[in-house]
């Protein structure tokens, strides 16, 4: 294995340790020699791949952000969905991360929206989630271009969408919901596009 | 009379404003460079013969050069229609040159009839029946009008006998290889992704909000200058694509967006790869770009 590949891959372990721990602990209990211990490494070694706790927060929300964003991104590439299905597959990969991983979602929310401070300088603003935004940028310029969508401002629309699907993350998250998170992935698609069509 | 060497140019008005004529006017070397050749005939110039004599003589030429929009008939000159005179001196020319947006696309004068009116071989981008018989020795200058130096340095190289490398509108890649951004002094804000506030000022980028087509757009105009000192962006107007077969497009002051997304991307550009690179250029605020360049004191 070449050490490039030898070192991404355990940059990437780091982050997934990481990324459990924040989202269940959250990020201020969170310590580096936790996240060592998790994974068996020193404490000292994981500063050799992450200079400071912020950095790894970044670099974690960065790494959501692309996991999110190559799924929507599969979804946008297959031309022959109409808006309706595209929007009906994007409540899908939301829903089932925040089933199956609900790490990644809780992450977002818990740490990324709660601890504003730590994502400055080059997590400025929406940096450090642009894989994702980019994805659902192309996913409303398509939808409006082939005269399915409304034409609007970009954050009038993106918060009606990914905020919903927060919202019905954070809910489930909290145990709220009555019934499984994925029930309701027919109910919201239709909503969602009903919203924002043209 | 001796007989003259020099090469002959016809020059043919259909129905026109004069741009190209007038914008040629106002090269610095027109008189010169006139001299070089043999005007048989210009609607605004003294010329060897009347347009009667044009149409009624068959006369020679080596370079037709035509100006406005053509429609099949109903376009008339000395009571002969204008397209059919044009279309025989065109079979006689080694080079034939459409000057302007309207006798190369069709331009302004299109959009009152576009099932009729178009440009001498092109109807917007699609060629018509006149392209397949002088698509060989056919080169499109468009523009609105075009610019003085792009006819100027064409007749130079015809005369000069170079060799000219056309784009698939036949436009000259000496010009149209460029597009109208490269040398924009507002390039700085377009890559930051600072909008301009207002038309005529000296700060910002007009491709976000005020309609500049500049970065799709082929025409050199930053590079050598209108008038030998300014551009329209320049000056803080956008670019209205006149080089292009859709121009003009309605609306030509704002930026169609998808959902805040210019419509329209850079010449090339993915929309993923503009939006990967813009989102995070629009995340940093550059403060000397958010100010003034120059403070004027009240």
Redesign the interface.
């Given at each position: 294995m070449k050490a490039e590949t030898k070192r991404g891959k355990k940059k990437e372990s780091i982050i997934k340790a990481a990324l459990t721990l924040f989202s269940l602990n959250g990020f201020h209990k969170t310590t580096i020699p936790d996240i060592a211990r998790r994974i068996g490494m020193s404490t000292g070694n994981i500063y050799n791949y992450f200079a400071s706790k912020d950095i790894l927060a970044q670099e974690i929300i960065k790494y959501t952000s692309e996991v999110l964003g190559t799924e929507i991104?599969k979804i946008n590439q297959q031309e022959t969905l109409s808006t309706h299905e595209k929007i009906h597959k994007i409540v899908e990969v939301y829903f089932t991360m925040a089933t199956k991983k609900p790490e990644m979602i809780e992450y977002f929310l818990r740490v990324y929206l709660s601890h504003r401070e730590v994502f400055v300088g080059e997590c400025?603003?929406?940096?450090c989630v642009?894989g994702f935004?980019?994805e659902i940028?192309?996913f409303?310029?398509?939808?409006?271009?082939c005269g399915d969508?409304r034409?609007?401002?970009?954050?009038s629309?993106f918060g009606l969408f990914m905020g919903y699907l927060g919202g019905m993350a954070f809910l489930n998250g909290e145990a709220i919901l009555p019934r499984a998170l994925e029930d309701y992935i027919d109910d919201i698609a239709y909503n969602i596009y009903n919203a924002l069509k043209a | 009379m001796a007989k003259s060497t020099k090469l002959k140019i016809l020059w043919l008005q259909s129905i026109t404003c004069n741009g190209n004529t007038h914008s040629f006017f106002s090269h610095p070397d027109f008189v010169t460079l006139m001299q070089k050749f043999e005007v048989i005939y210009h609607p605004l110039l003294d010329s060897v013969y009347s347009l009667e004599n044009v149409i009624n003589k068959k006369l020679a030429c080596d370079i037709l050069v035509v100006e406005g929009a053509f429609r099949e008939t109903g376009m008339q000159k000395a009571n002969q229609e204008i397209y059919a005179i044009a279309k025989s001196y065109a079979k006689k020319a080694k080079h034939v040159i459409t000057v302007g947006n309207c006798s190369t696309f069709g331009g302004v004068f299109r959009l009152y009839d576009t099932e009729s009116i178009g440009g001498f071989c092109f109807n917007d981008e699609t060629p018509n029946e006149a392209y397949k018989l002088f698509k060989k020795k056919l080169i499109s200058l468009p523009g609105c009008p075009a610019h003085p130096r792009w006819i100027g340095n064409l007749l130079s190289m015809i005369l000069s006998q170079r060799q000219i490398l056309l784009d698939n509108f036949h436009r000259p890649l000496e010009v149209y290889g460029y597009n109208a951004h490269a040398g924009c002094p507002r390039s700085e804000y377009f890559e930051w992704k600072v909008d301009s506030k207002n038309y005529g000022h000296k700060e910002g980028c007009l491709f976000y909000e005020y309609g500049c087509q500049a970065p799709y757009t082929h025409a050199n105009c930053n590079k050598i200058l209108w008038n030998e000192v300014s551009s329209k962006t320049r000056v803080g107007t956008p670019c209205f694509g006149c080089t292009e077969p859709y121009f003009p497009k309605k609306d030509l002051w704002h930026t169609n967006?998808?959902?805040?997304?210019p419509?329209s991307m850079p010449m090339g550009v993915p929309?993923?790869a503009y939006?990967?690179i813009t989102?995070?250029a629009?995340?940093?605020s550059i403060k000397r770009l958010n100010e003034p360049i120059i403070k004027y004191k009240k």
């Open positions: 991104r400025d603003k929406m940096i642009a935004i980019t940028m192309i409303f310029a398509d939808g409006v271009e969508l034409d609007q401002d970009f954050f629309a | 967006t998808l959902m805040g997304i419509a929309r993923r939006l990967t989102g995070i629009k995340s940093f």
